[in-house]
């Protein structure tokens, strides 16, 4: 079945700089690949998402990149604030099939 | 609108119990998923409802696990004979999903965070 790995486990940038966080999966078979952003003690709520069809997403300060080549993918945020502060998560499924996810990356925002 | 419920937002119950989860999804969303997610890990799935197609069950950890969907709205999930290692938080999904081919946005709701003592 689907594997997905994600990196960081923790990230830590200053308040304006750049964020990427990486994550591979195994199944090329595998074509939507979602991104979601969990605060504490709530849902996991979707950011961005990319299809197997297109290479690159961006949505004002968050971007996501597809390696369908490579199998991996990876989430960058730019102009980080503060409240960008949160567990992300990548996941990856074939069609409306359950999805697999990343064990999550913490990303702490230092003003 | 109204997002995906879940009721209770918290329980606790003692080993050996059973106890019953409640995910009321989006309006009109056909497809629901049930994931799990233990301290510090990502989201396990559980099980999967499209429709009125059988339920992929496949996700599910033992034979203490088991849900229902009725009338192709509301979602019960039941855990027998509650264990500690049960304790995690059990996060509902909905999505507009009319088949596999073509994925739809999975919106989750906030989640019953279980503790079993």
């Known amino acids: 079945g689907e594997n997905v790995e994600q990196h960081p486990s923790t990230l830590s940038v200053q308040e304006g700089d750049s964020a990427v966080i990486k994550c591979t999966y195994s199944?090329?078979?595998?074509?939507?690949f979602p991104w979601y952003k969990q605060e504490l003690g709530k849902g996991p709520q979707l950011i961005i998402d990319?299809?197997?069809?297109?290479g690159e997403k961006k949505d004002q300060r968050i971007a996501v990149t597809l390696n369908k080549t490579a199998k991996h993918f990876s989430l960058h945020i730019t102009e980080t604030q503060p409240e960008d502060s949160a567990v992300y998560f990548c996941a990856a499924s074939i069609g409306n099939t359950p999805l697999v996810f990343g064990k999550g990356t913490r990303l702490s925002v230092i003003a | 609108g109204a997002g995906v419920s879940q009721s209770p937002s918290n329980k606790v119950t003692e080993k050996g119990k059973d106890v019953e989860l409640r995910c009321d999804p989006i309006s009109g969303h056909t497809a629901l998923y049930w994931y799990r997610q233990s301290l510090g890990q990502g989201l396990e799935f559980l099980i999967y409802f499209q429709g009125n197609s059988a339920p992929d069950k496949s996700g599910l950890p033992s034979d203490r696990f088991s849900a229902e969907r009725t009338g192709g709205s509301v979602s019960t999930l039941t855990i027998q004979r509650t264990q500690q290692e049960d304790s995690a938080v059990y996060l509902c999904a909905s999505s507009l999903a009319h088949g596999l081919a073509t994925a739809e946005t999975q919106y989750f709701g906030p989640g019953t965070r279980l503790l079993v003592l």
């Open positions: 990319i299809r197997s069809n297109v």
């Open positions: 199944d090329s078979a595998s074509n939507y």
